[in-house]
């Protein structure tokens, strides 16, 4: 599997920089964080180093959209850089990788667009072991490799909507499209959308620090598990 190795941070001049929409997996960026980011530059804060791949002698960002807007916010001419080696396919992955670790809570598309470039990049594949005899990974692995914001299910829907072949590698594993939400099982499709709402909500209340917002976040989340405890019987899931 691919695995990029780092150099020490450079000084990059920004009119240098490519900047592929298409790395850009957060469809645009968020001018607020743009504007706090260049606050913290003016008051002589040193913000962490923008990733560019190095794809075919061309500097390409993977990770910093928002830095590298905020240098240009203040005049800067140039940003600290780490580079790494990488193709255009790996490229992609390394900027959706970045977007699932840190920075806003992507939107389901969003989410949707990683697992495209997870895909394309060949990171679903691994060295036949004990655990992964097959050397693929399995649908809970890359759900997990998203960052846990999908179920194994969407994954599998995913994959055999934008990647059939690859489908069909995986023969009987469990989420496949018998198990996957049809017309007529509307039911398994509102789990499936409740499961990834749950997600989405968790990973989006992470970027939440004041006191007062979480705690009116947990008693809402509260609310809705003493709803879902009152409305129907249910019992521990499997997994």
Known sequence: ?????E???IKLDIADLHRDPRNQIRH???RAVVDRYATALRAGVELPPVR??????VPTLVDGWHRVAAHQAIGATSVPAVIVQATAREARWLAAEANLAHGLPLKPREVRDAFRAFIRARKHRTAA????????LSYRDIAKALGGLVTHQTV??????????IALEYGGEVGTPAEAPSPDDPEAAFASAAHDAIRQAVAA?????????RGAIIEAAE????????????????F
């Not at 072991?129 to 693929?136: K, L, N, T, V």
């Not at 209340?205 to 917002?213: L, Q």
Request: glycine share 6%; aromatic share 6%; net charge negative.
């Open 28 to 30: 645009g960026t968020n």
């Open 52 to 57: 560019v791949a190095m794809i075919e002698g």
């Open 129 to 136: 072991s004990a655990r992964q005899p097959s050397g693929r």
């Open 223 to 238: 609310a809705a598990l003493r709803e879902l405890h009152e409305a129907a019987p249910w019992r521990p899931s499997e």
């Open 7 to 9: 150099a020490a941070p």
């Open 1 to 5: 599997m691919f695995s990029p190795t």
């Open 205 to 213: 209340a992470r970027g939440v620090h004041d006191p007062d917002r």
């Open 156 to 165: 599998s829907n995913w994959m055999h909507k934008d990647f059939p072949d």
